[in-house]
């Protein structure tokens, strides 16, 4: 993987349960890592769901693979320029080389 190749800016985020003042369970998603990446654009489509229309956004990152990170899962978040995507594949590249994230993103993310 090449350094030039990674031109953006990711934060990893990782789900924290906690319960506020009401004894409720909120969660806080917290920054476990900002690496670089490539981004690779997958698809732009637009869907009808529950008779209200949206664009869903489908992207791919490459980035370095650490152990930090290894156990990457849907249950993570990622953020890039201040928009959150959810994480729906994770899988180490090239044996312990890369990894490779599969994101989409988040509905209610204002469109860049």
């Given at each position: ?58 992207v ?23 928009r959150q ?28």
């Amino acid at each position: 993987m090449r350094a030039g190749t990674l031109d953006r800016q990711l934060t990893l985020l990782r789900a924290s349960p906690s319960t506020d003042a009401m004894n409720e369970t909120v969660i806080a998603w917290l920054p476990l890592a900002t690496v670089r990446a490539k981004r690779l654009d997958l698809s732009d489509t637009q869907k009808v769901q529950a008779a209200q229309a949206g664009i869903v956004m489908s992207v791919r990152y490459e980035i370095r693979w650490s152990q930090l990170w290894a156990d990457l899962s849907p249950l993570d978040r990622l953020e890039e320029a201040g928009r959150q995507f959810d994480i729906v594949g994770a899988k180490e590249i090239q044996r312990r080389r890369g990894f490779e994230i599969t994101a989409v993103a988040r509905p209610d993310q204002p469109t860049a």
